[in-house]
């Protein structure tokens, strides 16, 4: 599963930002439990359903052969897992007579089923089930990454909202596929499947492995028949019902497939085209081809996450879904989703986790395939790029430091899926990758593959392969980085020998507790020329030294940049300036445009890296020169407008040249009006034409306004969001509606989007009434995503309208307003 940093994210991030230590946790009692595996009392062989629906009550009608053998030990009972449930009637099959069974569903939730006799470790059995599945009746609560938990989704199914589609899927991730079939929803179940599905004909139908039968089923209906042949855990059988379209491809003779709405079906192969040749590279990549008999990727609506990696048919939320034009925004974060759960085929399906304490398992290896993907398809520089971020949103976040990756206690497994089990786990993989070599370590990654298909996996069996195949013992590794939590924080300082021509470079670990064991490679750069050190350090504080034949020019410490922690480098600036001419990485001349920018004020040599940054190879880099040149600084302003203002005339990338937008934005300088006016007229990116309408807003409010009102019936979320923006700083009461409509209207975690224009706004509303509304409004957020921190950067958003509104005839009434809903925010459990 990928989950996507979206409105809990956003809040997230601001809460996280605006504080230095993470807060105190609540004593929760559900932390003391030991989550162990879970016990294989009855293991599944086969399950067949025959499925149909009704739309009008939102109901599945199923039958259900699940076919089982007792684990171990005789059994005469059955526990299902089946959620809100009506069980019509239970039978165990014999032969072609169903002999009615006893069961117990008091608690609807557990179906425990008397078999009547005992059976024998190994003895197939087959049990009969008629049911019916009410999900939107169900109460069950979802997390930070699923915001949802009823398995079965009814999208639009009265078509009561215009243009919208009517569609059904569904969601197993973690145990969730018990809400619309009995079974035993855990990780460590394997079973084969047939899945029925009864449809209006009109609609098109999705499931796991091959569709072997199509046949009418009275009038204007149809049964799909979709067959999965070998074995998959419950969480990743789906389904999915609706109008789409598909486009069809094939892959050494297996069928490749994109569903899509109808309006965004001729942009398919613009959209997945790049999936056969994700299948080719991390076939190869692993020694492991792909193991199901077709791909498929489904596009749906509201769903209730980023992505899932249901075996063999993939199912994503609608952000991927683009016309040709959007596409020209189009970054790699968006297309790592679709690399993302490919790779889930081989590490979650092929192989699973056996438990949710090891969703490592599964999640960092496919976090770790995004930057592997973007490596080899778009170059180094764009995977190293990607997997920093990553890494980047881990660090930010102090609580997460507290967490091991593999967690045997926590309070429900929603919350493994967080910055540690993804983005963490993701970064450990590369720098183990780093520390073994890659012939090594993909030779492991299929070993644990090889042996364990069609299996469960876990952490350990991980670690046993890597040994096999590198002859070293790993222990050391897996304790500290899976076993362990927090990650280095250093410094680095140098110092030159002259008399004895050698260079000492010291790294000393402040974190609390026992010392990291780090290795890392240290580049010396003498006479242009790197020399490679590589070293393990095992103390807290340790120097390495380097016979040299001169002081030399650079010295890059963790130069392959791959290790997990967070420094401080003493090195002079002058050093930084050549890292960023001669160092090849991408972190590594990002580490030399932070270091330019953090001395800029005071250093003409700082603003001359920085400016340089503005024409790096890579667009990335050049954001980051762009967004960080304090262009308020007469001196930065003179180092940097030209070339700012002539990279900005001719920059191709829609994101860079945004970002530089934003950055003469800054300055308010008239002769920039022109370029913003233009852009916004003329471009075709949409992320370009709202960074002009925001940069517009800056030397011309008046101007942007109108613009912006003409914008307001666009659908496209880039310029909305623009339109927001200039609204909420530039415009008031006539301009709320706009702004409270497009918040109301968002679902989930999509309200995130407007948290930042809905603060600013409230300090310009001094209608009482209207005040309310964006009081009322931030504080359901605030209390929904308090337990991730939203409730601080909420108050103190309100707080700082209320301060900017003294002296208004409506201060008075709307400070009471205000701090009625931070009290009511701060009760809030």
Known sequence: MKHLLTAAGCLLATATLAQQTPPAAPANPALQIYRASATKSNDLVHTKLDVRFDYAKRYLYGKEWVTLKPHAYATDSLRLDAKGMDIKSVALVNGQQLQPLKFDYSDKNNLRIYLGKAMAPGTSYTIYIE?????????????????????????NP???????PVQIWTQGETEASSAWFPTIDRPNQKTTSEISLTVPSKYVTLSNGALVSQ????????????????PHAPYLFMMAVGDFKIHKEMWRGKEVSYYLEPKYAPFAKQIFGNTPDMLEFFSNRLGVDYPWNKYAQIVVRDYVSGAMENTSATLHGDFVQMTDRQLLDREYQNESVIAHELFHQWFGDYVTAESWSNLTVNESMADFSEGLYAEHKYGADAGDSHNHRNLRNYLRSPAEAQKNLVRFHYATQEDMFDLVSYQKGGAILDMLRTYLGDDVFFAGLQKY??????????AHQQRLAMEAVSGQDLNWFYNQWYFGTGHPVVSIDYAWDAAKKVQSVTVKQTQPGQPFQLPFAIDYYVNGKPQRQRVMMTQATQTFTMPLTAKPDLVDVDAEKTLVWQ?????????????????????ARREALLAAAAKQDTDAAARKLLVAGLSDKFNNLRMVAAERLKLDNKEVAKAALP???KLAATEKDPHALATMLTALAKTKDKRDEKLFAQLLAGSQSYAVQGAALQALAQVNPKLALSK???LETSDQNSLILAVVDVYAKNGGQPQWKFVRDKFDAATGREKGNFFEGMGIML????????????VDRLKGLAIQYKRFGADEPIIGMMQAAVKQQAGTATAAANQQIAEKAIAEIQAAK
């Open 158 to 164: 009265d078509s009561a909202v215009a243009g919208k």
């Open 449 to 458: 593959l090889q042996d364990n298909k069609f299996g469960n996996g876990e």
């Open 643 to 645: 070339t700012l203002r």
């Open 131 to 155: 049911y019916t599945a009410k999900p939107d009746e169900l109460k069950a609560e979802g997390s930070a990454a699923i915001s949802d938990a009823k398995g079965l989704y009814f999208i």
């Open 763 to 774: 300090a310009r509303l001094t209608d009482t009434a209207a005040f309310t509304e964006d």
């Open 708 to 710: 912006a009102q003409a």
């Open 567 to 587: 420094q401080t480098d003493a090195k002079p600036l002058a050093e930084f300036a050549y890292q960023y001419a001669h160092a090849p990485l991408y972190v």
């Open 215 to 230: 046949t009418p089923a009275g009038p204007g209906l149809r049964t799909d028949t979709w067959k999965m042949e070998l």
